[in-house]
């Protein structure tokens, strides 16, 4: 059981380039999310995901896209990347029912747009 | 709205101090209540959780109180360990939609605690 697993672990980007950031899960997990980390201030909801097929927008989207082709898959595309989407990226994901609402996270990956 | 407000860091210790990083939310409703921990290099860690008022989470030594009159939920630790040392988020949960519920996080609080 890997839980919660991010592609690739750390990438420099240029300025104008387009990239996609992998998040899978192996838990049947409905709920899928993905946050950026910036120093200071937290972590920020970019896109999420209440099921396969379905995607929204958080607080900070944009400049991003996002799909949900499969349940276990959550892809984070930057089209044309800026340096203000310097970051570390973070992918969650949550079951459905009772529950706290605790998310399980992944490892992260550190992006840099020079 | 929702928001954590977190004790400024960094914070240093030494071994086997007492350890506190206060936390107070502003929320609707009755969110849960969360402590993460990001060890150097890695994601974050669920540390411990409270779903109701009054409720005490509790893990690894560490314990936080829900308390709904403060609206807090501060993170204590009796004798901390250089193992310890790592960036302790708190964070709350609010609905968006369809029974989805992001968590909204405080800034962080780096801790170091020296041998």
């Known amino acids: 059981n890997a839980g919660v697993t991010q592609t690739p672990k750390f990438r420099v980007l240029k300025t104008g380039q387009s990239m996609t950031l992998l998040c899978a899960q192996d838990?049947?997990?409905?709920?899928m999310y993905w946050y950026r980390q910036d120093p200071g201030m937290g972590l920020r909801l970019i896109h999420y995901?209440?099921?396969?097929?379905?995607?929204a927008k958080g607080e900070v989207p944009d400049g991003y896209n996002v799909s949900r082709l499969k349940k276990q898959n959550f892809l984070l595309g930057l089209e044309s990347a800026a340096p203000s989407q310097t970051s570390v990226y973070f992918c969650?994901?949550?079951?459905?029912?009772?529950?706290?609402?605790?998310?399980?996270f992944g490892p992260g990956t550190r992006l840099t747009v020079t | 709205g929702n928001s954590v407000t977190q004790m400024e860091g960094p914070v240093t210790l030494s071994e086997e101090a007492f350890l506190t990083i206060n936390c107070t939310y502003t929320?609707?409703?009755?969110?849960?209540l969360f402590w993460y921990v990001q060890y150097p290099g890695e994601g974050l860690q669920l540390l411990l959780k409270?779903?109701?008022?009054?409720d005490k989470g509790s893990n690894k030594g560490f314990e936080a109180t829900y308390r709904k009159e403060t609206t807090s939920f501060h993170l204590e630790k009796g004798s901390v360990q250089v193992s310890d040392s790592a960036v302790y988020f708190c964070?709350?949960?609010?609905?968006?939609?369809?029974?989805?519920?992001?968590?909204?996080f405080g800034q962080g609080t780096r801790l170091t605690i020296n041998p």
């Open positions: 969650a994901s949550r079951p459905t029912g009772p529950s706290s609402y605790e998310q399980y």
């Open positions: 838990m049947n997990h409905e709920y």
């Open positions: 995901s209440v099921g396969e097929g379905t995607t």
């Open positions: 929320a609707t409703g009755y969110p849960s």
């Open positions: 409270a779903t109701k008022a009054d």
């Open positions: 964070a709350l949960s609010a609905p968006i939609i369809q029974g989805a519920q992001k968590l909204v």
